[in-house]
């Protein structure tokens, strides 16, 4: 039986020379490699006290949204799916965090009534490098009122040392590479 690491297609020296580039695509394209990981993932989030499923553009989606649509049984528990976009893309008053990356920054947003004061949520990522993208997530969250109660990535890049940044959090991940 496959491993979800069975899935992943590693490629060396890109972006640049040293880095080896973990490709999420890879699993994607596979039928029993998509739903081993939206599987893996849903098993790191059962069991948790959670109202709502947040997920970040653009692989965020692809993960969070099945899972939320798995958590969903009606009289008892109702997941929605909380897309958080990138700056622009969202109609209606949002609310806006900035961070920085490698070179640069960005920011992203959430609709202003997507989160209750109160509930709990669960944010879903496909990867933690340095957990800055993640990290704006949370205080979006926490901004509306939200707690957030566990955050799942399928894959971790330990040597990047996002969980450090996201210490404070309950964070959980399918697959952990050593490196960068």
Do not use: W
Not at 35 to 49: H, I, N, P, W, Y
């Amino acid at each position: 039986k496959k491993k979800l690491e069975d899935y992943v297609r590693s490629i060396p020296d890109f972006p640049e020379e040293g880095i080896i580039f973990r490709d999420v695509t890879s699993i994607l394209q596979d039928a029993d490699g998509l739903k081993l990981a939206v599987d893996s993932m849903q098993a790191l989030v059962e069991g948790t006290d959670a109202d709502v499923i947040v997920g970040a553009e653009s692989r965020g989606f692809i993960f969070g949204a099945p899972i939320a649509y798995n958590l969903h049984k009606p009289l008892v528990l109702h997941k929605p799916f909380v897309p958080i976009r990138k700056k622009g893309k969202l109609p209606r008053e949002t609310v806006s965090a900035s961070y920085d990356l490698e070179y640069g920054s960005a920011t992203i947003e959430m609709h202003k009534d997507s989160i209750l004061p109160g509930q709990k949520v669960v944010i879903v990522d496909d990867l933690i490098a340095t957990g800055g993208t993640v990290e704006a997530t949370a205080k979006l969250v926490e901004e509306l009122g939200g707690q957030v109660v566990k955050i799942v990535f399928l894959m971790e890049l330990a040597g990047l040392k996002g969980r450090e940044r996201l210490a404070k959090y309950d964070v959980a991940s399918v697959i952990c590479y050593e490196g960068k």
